[in-house]
Every structure is written in C-alpha cells, then in structure tokens.
C-alpha cells in the first residue's frame, strides 16, 4: 500500500512539473502600446498619433497571441507605484519606467510624415463646370518595441500608406443665371454646397484608411519580431478542486486577453451565453504557503473585481472592471491566468 502511494506521488509531481514547464512556455507576451509622437506640423485636429495607437491595440488583441495594455492602464499602474507616464518613452527609461513585472515590452512610435490635402480641379465652359475635389493623404509612421527587462530596443519597424480619392463633385452655373433660383448661394448651385460640406468628412475617411493600412503593417511586423522572444512569465498555482455542486462548475470559462480603451477584454462572447449588463467575477488563486497531507499546495481564492459587461461580440466581450472592496492586497485589475467564470444570467 505503502509502495502504491509513493508511486502516485511521483506520478503527480511529474505531472505538476510539465504542466508548469508547458504554462510557462506558453505565456502570453504582455505589450503596453504607447500614444505615438506627432512630430509633424500639418492636420494637429485629426490626432494622427492616438489614432494610429489606437488601431494598433486593436489589431495586436485581435491577434490573440498577447494580453495587450492600452495608455490608460499603464496610466494606472504607474499611479500605483507613484509614477508617471513619460510621453518621450525610450529604451533609456526601461528600467526605471515602473512597468518592470508588470509588462513585457512597450509599443512607442512616432509619425515621421502626415499630409492630408484637398485639390480642386475645374472643367468645363463659361455657362457650366464641373468641380471636382481630390484628396491625397500620406502617411509614414516608425515604431520602436522595446523589452522592459532589458531595456534594448528589439527592433524599429516602419510602414507608409498613401491614399487617394474624389472627395466630391458638383456642377456649377454662372452667377449670372443661378443667383434667381431657389437654395443657390453665392453663384453656387444646390448639389455644390452639399458637396462642400462633405469635403471634410471624406478626407478624414482617407485619413482612416491610411492609418489602418500602417498599423496593419506594424502588428504584423510587431507579432512576428515578439513571436521571437523568450517571455517567461510565472503562471498562476492551479484552483483549488471544488466540490461538484458548486454553481460555478454550470458557467464557461473564459481568458482575460487585454485592456483597451478602458474596457477588459476576455475571449468569451455572445456564442458562450455572454450579455449586455451581465456581471462577471474575477478572482485569483493564491498560494497560502500550506500544504495539505497529500502534499499539494493549499490556495485561497480572492476575489479581484467584477466586470460590468458593456460590449458583447460573437467571441469576446468587454466592460469595466470595478474593484472588489474584498480584494486585499489586489490592484482590482484583471491579469493574465486569473479565473474567470460565466455564470448564467
């Protein structure tokens, strides 16, 4: 009986270890994603540098392969540790940046060239023309990704886009004939200041094409330069084995994959039960330091925050994660490895 049990414990302990050398493996690189400088002069009010950020947290969270931090989070933790966010963020700062253990590295950049221009281009007679407004937009953006825990930049990609199109068209009349019918304005007809007015509109669209087009450029450039290093992160001990008539054994499980705009993202939406109001529990396993007679760790679970589910897609949802006034010694921010349980609404 004796020799029976020993065997068990070795079988278990062999277990336990390749589970841990497999979660260890498998880590989710951790990238916080910085504003981007704006170095340039033209068009300040379209924000190239926090669009460009933007697109990029959702292209990098989409991918799946990171647990992705956004502006306002690192705001957050850096609070925490009395620090603040410098927007010239380098590899010099890496190691006093306060991001240390908490992040793996950190997307910055900056916009090298930004023109958003709008061209008309007349034709016709006297009696009637034609207007046509062109617009260009050029956009050049570099970014740097940098390791925290080492502080060296791995690597400096780049990505340029250059979008074209008719913005509008219309058909004036000379004043001479227009200024007696109903609607004109100022020798214009009615279709030509409806087209004015959408001159704007469909340059900031251009402008919304190129910046998805770069940071389509980056992520790739980004996944496949992260996918490259080592990132060791200590995964969390396993939940303790709960007894089959607890309620949360009736729920999906799901992955907190991210934070962006505010809102915590997991990978479980509309297709596993989620919606719009629900309120999810997020809690972490702790290891008390005590073993039970059989050997195994003894853990507590303490509750992290709730999250208030405001978006819901097929597979994935988000909402605010409000603290837990239990959550001692928690930062009420869901981490990667936390436990997170959909109960039924």
């Not at 068990?8 to 336990?16: E, F, G, M, P, S």
């Not at 940098?146 to 509008?168: D, F």
């Not at 450029?217 to 607890?246: D, F, G, M, R, Y």
Request: include cysteine; charge should be neutral.
């Amino acid at each position: 009986m004796r020799s029976t049990s020993f065997a068990t414990h070795i079988c278990y302990i062999v277990a336990l270890f390749f589970l841990t050398c497999t979660g260890l493996a498998q880590a989710k690189p951790r990238i916080a994603v910085f504003p981007f400088d704006d170095r340039t002069t033209s068009n300040k009010d379209m924000n190239i540098g926090t669009k460009v950020a933007d697109l990029l947290i959702a292209k990098l969270t989409t991918n799946g392969a990171f647990a992705v931090y956004d502006r306002q989070y690192v705001d957050r933790l850096l609070a925490e540790k009395d620090r603040k966010y410098d927007p010239n963020y380098d590899s010099a700062v890496a190691a006093k940046s306060g991001l240390m253990g908490t992040v793996d590295m950190v997307v910055s950049g900056q916009i090298d060239a930004f023109n958003a221009n709008a061209t008309q281009v007349v034709s016709g007679k006297f009696v009637t023309k034609r207007v046509e407004t062109d617009g260009a937009v050029v956009l050049k953006v570099t970014a740097r990704l940098i390791s925290v825990e080492r502080g060296s930049i791995i690597m400096a990609p780049s990505a340029n886009a250059e979008q074209k199109g008719v913005l509008a068209k219309a058909d004036t009349v000379a004043p001479l004939i227009t200024k007696h019918l109903p609607g004109s304005k100022d020798g214009l007809d009615i279709n030509q200041q409806h087209a004015t007015n959408n001159t704007d509109q469909a340059l900031r669209k251009l402008v919304d094409e190129a910046a998805d087009e770069v940071t389509k450029q980056l992520a790739t450039q980004v996944a496949q330069a992260a996918a490259t290093v080592q990132v060791i992160t200590t995964p969390p001990p396993p939940p303790a084995p709960k007894p089959e008539s607890h309620p949360s054994l009736a729920g999906a499980r799901a992955d907190f994959v991210g934070i962006s705009d505010g809102l915590a993202y997991i990978d479980k939406g509309s297709a596993a039960g989620v919606k719009v109001g629900q309120k999810i529990a997020v809690r972490r396993s702790v290891n008390t330091g005590l073993k039970n007679s059989g050997g195994e760790a003894i853990l507590r679970h303490k509750a992290v925050c709730t999250l208030l589910v405001s978006v819901v897609e097929e597979g994935s949802a988000a909402g605010k994660c409000v603290p837990e006034p239990t959550a001692h010694g928690q930062d009420g921010v869901p981490h990667p490895g936390d436990e997170i349980i959909i109960e039924p609404k």
